[in-house]
């Protein structure tokens, strides 16, 4: 057995926890090959891929699997060694490019219009022992095309493929039905050159297709990267997109709920879009998605959109969960949102940075459309407008609570319509309009506008904020005053009239945009009392996460951590890594270096990676010191202890570290950074 196949026996018994083996091993030589019975082996393969598979005997036992070995750096087509395309695999049939010697995968390049692999839809392909690998499918309308008859399950994986220059899709993943599934895994390959990567597309009630997309390259697409329709009636229709690379394509995803859509549902994590020419992910709405529709720890850099959500909705309920995500330098708006028709739409962010945009954040719900809108901790920084938000339907409501809007060319916050907007807990600093409010009910309470042309234009009732500059009417305002931001943080130094300056019995966010809870205390001996803007200041000081984790191949995700709950002149602050590790194959990085900066949010930050070769990470702080190079344990993990001086000029400062970590004795990936880490040194 091939350690190729004793690595494979060794992944599919830790996920099915029964016996699983390959039988046996065959190969093809679309040139050296005869197509004669009893051939198969490498001193005689046979010549062609649709002859082999009618040579091997069937498997009956659903943990066996044989292997096809196919040679590379050759074509295999009707015209080069006859092999009539489209490939029919059989069931569990592992099919296998081999370019040892040479480094060529081998070719497969059907007819125009044709298909190089169409799964039959009355067999069921299980994941593992059905995979295709080191495949290059070239050239037709599809590379691999899949659907179903009713009772069967299509769950191939198809792995380190190339697709590249046919005339619809890379893939497509067609309908299914109740008792029946379409749920393939693509994994680690590359899709070029076409219309679309993956379409997927339903129309059949009771439709289950749920496809897997992890770690994949998508580049040179003219649609979309990954394109869902769904028109099934009461199914589950959707996907998982996790840790896949979304580069200079027309489109990243595109997600289609049309008429008859009752349950759209799909999840994107930890992914780079990088130079999309109109949105990194599009919801294009008619009936409503399922709740589980999220966008988490993905990366929206130079596309027209970032993330848009427009639609002319039916009767139903929508919701979009978008949280600790980046969008830098989006032509238009990092997230749109545009909403007509009927319904009720819920959308919370948290966590997000919006900065380089037109518009961070713009939110239109036309009358009809009940908006549920709840931003926390969202930040908006040097973008032309900060956030527009604009409701117009009661019930709706709209609130923004622990944001950092700031540096914003034209306005910071632009509230509009008549549906009742809460804005809590804010800075607004440094914009040319702080606040533009044409709103009918409007509130802001809790926060500070600094360094605006103008703080406040229109009538909003404001309460318990400060003003830099000018004043405003309102119980609790502190008018012509000072917040003392340190910028370019835009947090409260140790001697801001804003600290504990809040009101208690006001209802306020659980915490400040770091997480810090929102009562803190701030002063010696004092008590925990509310300040004023997004930053709560913590006498005692506080290190938080910050920005997203890079991500490599195999799930390698390093995070960086601290076990301090405080940070104070004197005391020891330890700097953690975690994940450096192929969880798999249980292979850690060989080492980690730390830098460490003094500040974040700079104008050239975030900076993508991809041209140090680091896909997928990006640089969150200055760095003005590499602290030094340290190992990794086998568990993946790495920790610096740092000596804060005992001087109180340290107090109130701001310290940034972020790891990377140097993947290259695992695979030949290259360094993989972590999130960020930022650091305010108390007393």
């Known amino acids: 057995m091939s350690l190729r196949n004793a690595l494979s026996l060794t992944l599919l018994a830790s996920v099915s926890f029964v016996p699983a083996q390959n039988l046996a091993d065959y190969y093809v030589n679309g040139i050296t090959g005869r197509d004669v019975p009893g051939g198969g082996s490498p001193s005689m393969p046979w010549k062609t891929i649709t002859y082999a598979i009618t040579q091997i005997p069937p498997i009956i036992q659903p943990t066996e699997w044989n292997t096809l070995y196919v040679e590379g750096d050759q074509v295999y087509s009707a015209s080069t060694n006859g092999d009539a395309l489209p490939i029919r695999p059989a069931y569990n049939l592992w099919i296998e490019g081999s370019f040892v010697g040479h480094g060529r995968m081998p070719i497969l390049r059907p007819a125009a219009g044709g298909i190089s692999v169409l799964y039959d839809p009355a067999i069921v392909y299980q994941r593992n022992p059905s995979t295709l690998r080191y495949l290059v499918f070239e050239g037709g309308a599809y590379g691999v095309s899949m659907g179903n008859s009713a009772g069967q399950r299509h769950r191939p994986r198809i792995q380190d493929c190339t697709f590249r220059g ?302 830099q500059g000018s004043s405003y009417p309102g119980v609790g305002n502190l008018n012509f005053t000072d917040p003392q931001l340190i910028r370019p943080l835009y947090k409260l130094s140790l001697g801001s009239l804003c600290i504990d300056r809040g009101n208690l019995s006001t209802p306020l966010p659980a915490t400040d945009y770091e997480g810090d809870p929102r009562a803190s205390v701030s002063r010696p001996n004092g008590s925990a009392l509310p300040d004023l803007g997004a930053d709560e200041y913590m006498q005692r000081g506080s290190a938080h996460k910050y920005g997203l984790r890079g991500f490599g191949y195999y799930n390698f995700f390093p995070e960086i951590s601290s076990s301090n709950t405080q940070v104070v002149i004197g005391s020891t602050l330890n700097v953690d890594l975690s994940g450096a590790i192929l969880p798999v194959f249980g292979v850690p990085a060989r080492d980690a270096f730390l830098s460490l900066g003094l500040r974040d949010d700079s104008a050239g930050l975030p900076f993508d990676l991809t041209v140090v070769g680091a896909p997928g990470s990006l640089l969150w702080n200055e760095v003005n010191l590499v602290v030094g190079l340290f190992p990794v344990t086998p568990q993946g993990t790495a920790s610096v202890p740092l000596g804060i001086p005992p001087l109180t000029l340290f107090v109130g400062q701001t310290l940034t570290f972020q790891w990377f970590a140097n993947q290259r004795s695992a695979n030949p990936f290259g360094p993989v950074a972590s999130d960020g880490l930022r650091v305010t040194i108390g007393q």
């Open 166 to 467: 046919q005339s619809q899709a890379g893939a497509r993943v067609t309908d299914a039905g109740p008792s029946r599934g379409n749920d393939p895994r693509f994994f680690q390959s590359l899709f070029t050159d076409a219309p679309r990567g993956i379409e997927i597309a339903t129309t059949t009630s009771g439709a289950v297709v749920f496809p897997d997309v992890e770690e994949c390259t998508f580049t040179g697409l003219r649609d979309a990267a990954i394109h869902l329709d769904d028109n099934s009636t009461g199914g589950n229709v959707g996907g998982l997109f996790r840790s896949n690379w979304f580069r200079s394509c027309a489109r990243g995803v595109h997600v289609r709920a049309g008429a008859s859509a009752t349950t759209t549902n799909f999840e994107v994590y930890s992914c780079s879009f990088t130079d999309i020419a109109n949105e990194g992910v599009f919801f294009d709405l008619v009936r409503p998605p399922d709740p589980a529709a999220r966008i988490e720890m993905c990366s929206f850099l130079r596309c027209g959109h970032g993330v848009a959500l427009v639609g002319a909705l039916a009767a139903g309920s929508y919701s979009l969960h978008m949280h600790n995500n980046v969008a830098s330098a989006c032509r238009n708006n990092g997230l749109h949102v545009d909403l007509s028709g009927v319904g009720t739409c819920s959308i919370d962010t948290a966590d997000n940075l919006f900065e380089r945009c037109n518009v961070g954040v713009s939110l239109l719900a036309r009358s009809g459309v009940q908006l549920n809108f709840q931003s926390v901790r969202d930040r908006a920084l040097r973008n032309n407008t900060g956030m527009r938000l604009q409701g117009s339907s009661l019930p709706s409501s709209i609130t923004v609570q622990s944001a950092m809007i700031c540096g914003n060319t034209a306005r910071g916050l632009t509230l509009l319509g008549s549906a009742p907007i809460l804005a809590q807990s804010l800075t607004v600093a440094d914009n040319a309009t702080g606040v533009d409010s044409g709103a009918t009910a409007a509130t802001l309470t809790h926060c500070i506008l600094d360094g605006n042309a103008i703080n406040v234009t229109g009538s909003p009732t404001i309460t318990y904020s400060s003003f």
